[in-house]
């Protein structure tokens, strides 16, 4: 099993950046495909982006690409998620996901396990 545990969340302006991370523990992340979501009240969760095991191929929901960027350091067993050109329809609850299935995942059924969020609040 692996632990999930996000950081770097916070209130920031629109147009501004945040780099959340997403620090492991249990297994070595490096066996895992990694995964971000985030939810809005009243919203389902959506899918942010995905890594392979290699950091080989990424994936984007189509809200975030050419503003978001996911990376993952298997020495230090972190992924992280680099945010730029903030949205106000970008606050959410945003959320970590892992799976030991190879490939990217797009669905929030494809993840095993999951952190307990943090809060991005971008004000207009």
């Known amino acids: 099993q692996v632990q999930l545990v996000e950081s770097g969340g916070g209130l920031v302006q629109a147009g501004g950046s945040l780099r959340l991370s997403c620090a492991t523990s249990g297994r070595t992340v490096s066996t895992y495909t990694m995964g971000w979501f985030r939810q809005a009240p009243g919203k389902e969760r959506e899918f942010v982006a995905s890594?392979?095991?290699?950091?080989?191929?990424?994936t984007y929901g189509d809200s975030v690409k050419g503003r978001f960027t996911i990376s993952r350091d298997n020495a230090q067993n972190t992924v992280y998620l680099q945010m730029h050109s903030l949205r106000p329809e970008d606050t959410a609850v945003y959320y970590c996901?892992?799976?030991?299935?190879?490939?990217?995942?797009?669905?929030?059924?494809?993840?095993?396990?999951w952190g307990q969020g943090i809060l991005v609040t971008v004000s207009s």
């Open positions: 996901a892992a799976t030991a299935e190879w490939g990217v995942r797009v669905g929030v059924d494809g993840y095993d396990y």
């Open positions: 890594i392979m095991r290699d950091s080989s191929r990424t």
